[in-house]
């Protein structure tokens, strides 16, 4: 939990050098990329925080919808994240990573959206 408080705490920083640093007229923005990649990390630490409350049964039966909602949530800000990040050359390997972990969070945004539909439809919200 200390993690995601720290990823916070660095995304606020960054948002506020941005906020009182000069635009950058051309070339590369490295302070927004960058809170984009902290952006990306604090994402991660709160998917993996509402997927353990799931695997340590800390959601009761009406919580399970809305745990479900929010990760659907949290991952399309996720792949929106994901897709502003890095721009990397074609067929290297960071390409493959990041089409994998697309691939991946779109896997599981479409299955929490599943269940959450199924849980719903069972009148357990």
Known sequence: MKSLFDWHELYATLTDV???????????????RLRHVV?????????DIVLS????????VNERPL?????TR???QHLACLDEIIE????????FE??????????LQALSLALFAVCTSQGHI
């Open 18 to 32: 941005q906020k009182h640093s000069a635009p950058v007229q051309s070339g590369t923005d490295v302070v927004t």
């Open 39 to 47: 952006l990306m990390r604090r994402l991660e630490t709160i998917s």
């Open 53 to 60: 409350g799931f695997q340590l049964s800390l959601y009761s």
């Open 67 to 71: 745990a479900y909602w929010y990760l």
């Open 74 to 76: 949290v991952l399309e």
């Open 88 to 95: 990397v050359p074609p067929n290297s390997m960071p390409r």
């Open 98 to 107: 990041f089409q994998f972990r697309a691939r991946y969070l779109t896997a």
